[in-house]
């Protein structure tokens, strides 16, 4: 029963995320918010106590009734921010997950963002690339004075959805094939690697604390390309995605750790040659 409940919710998580892409209503919009904040009530009231449900239902209601009844475009935008958790708005997450432990904090970090991120797009204006960047300077900020675990987990989340905010604003096509590629790894990782819920796996966690040549590395680099407009930035876009298919195909662990390595030797390379192409030119 809970495999079944667990493949209708990301089957329904992903049609939501398509009509907010496709269509351009705020009525619309904000019944999807609504949905999905009816699901999330729904599946975690099971393993969690009544307080965070509270907390983050309060926090999508109010900020969904107010970005639809208000017309300023400015205090939309915020509001939608606030609803996703963007940084620095992302201050309301921490007392929705103090309670959330193993495989469920990872997945309220991949559930809670899934449908504002193609509304995010119809908002696009100059000024959300400083707020991107002043969220990531509080990011920095706000790591350098925690140290509870769950809470590292939170900002380091974070930060990844800020640095995929940022790379939509260079590519469009390639963000969302990103964003596309992210949500099927994740939908295998989460529960195979974490046991359903069980225990949580020290892959799943390094993955989140963003090491080299992980998701949040390759997004970085990739963002870095486009910035600087590097001809390869396609091409590394496809071999970001043959790695990790590979790496989700293949069971053996000494061929798994030797594609680790000869990828880290092939971005070092990329380091020294982006190196060696910005003194060049700049």
């Known amino acids: 029963m809970f495999y079944l409940f667990f493949v209708f919710l990301i089957l329904f998580m992903i049609f939501f995320c398509y009509m907010n892409f ?9 019944s999807i918010f609504v949905i999905s904040t009816f699901l999330f009530v729904i599946y975690f009231k099971a393993f969690i106590s009544i307080f965070p449900i509270i907390s983050y239902y309060l926090i999508q209601e109010l900020c969904g009734y107010f970005f639809l ?12 921010l606030m609803k996703a958790g963007v940084a620095p708005f992302h201050f309301w997450i921490f007392s929705v997950t103090s309670r959330l432990v193993s495989w ?13 991120f193609p509304v995010i797009f119809n908002f696009w204006w100059f000024s959300i690339f400083l707020m991107i960047i002043l969220g990531l300077g509080i990011w920095y900020l706000n790591n350098l004075i925690n140290r509870d675990f769950n809470n590292m987990m939170i900002i380091f989340s974070t930060e990844s959805f800020n640095w995929l905010l940022l790379f939509s604003m260079f590519s469009f096509g390639s963000v969302y094939l ?35 040549v992980g998701l949040t590395f390759f997004l970085k680099i990739m963002v870095l390309f486009f910035i600087f407009n590097f001809s390869g930035s396609k091409y590394l876009l496809i071999y970001f995605l043959s790695y990790y298919l590979l790496l989700v195909l293949v069971n ?29 030119f700049f």
């Open 69 to 80: 009844i208000l017309s300023n475009f400015n205090i939309q935008f915020f509001l939608l």
């Open 22 to 30: 496709i269509l351009m209503d705020y009525f619309i919009w904000w």
């Open 252 to 280: 053996d662990l000494f061929l798994g750790v030797l594609i680790f390595f000869i990828n880290l030797s092939i971005m070092i390379f990329f380091f020294f040659f982006s190196l060696l192409y910005f003194c060049y």
């Open 104 to 116: 469920l904090l990872m997945w309220f970090f991949w559930f809670t963002k899934n449908t504002y």
């Open 178 to 212: 990103f964003f596309i590629f992210y949500y099927f790894f994740m939908f295998f990782l989460i529960p195979f690697f974490s046991y359903f819920y069980k225990c949580m796996s020290w892959e799943l966690i390094l993955l989140f604390f963003n090491i080299p």
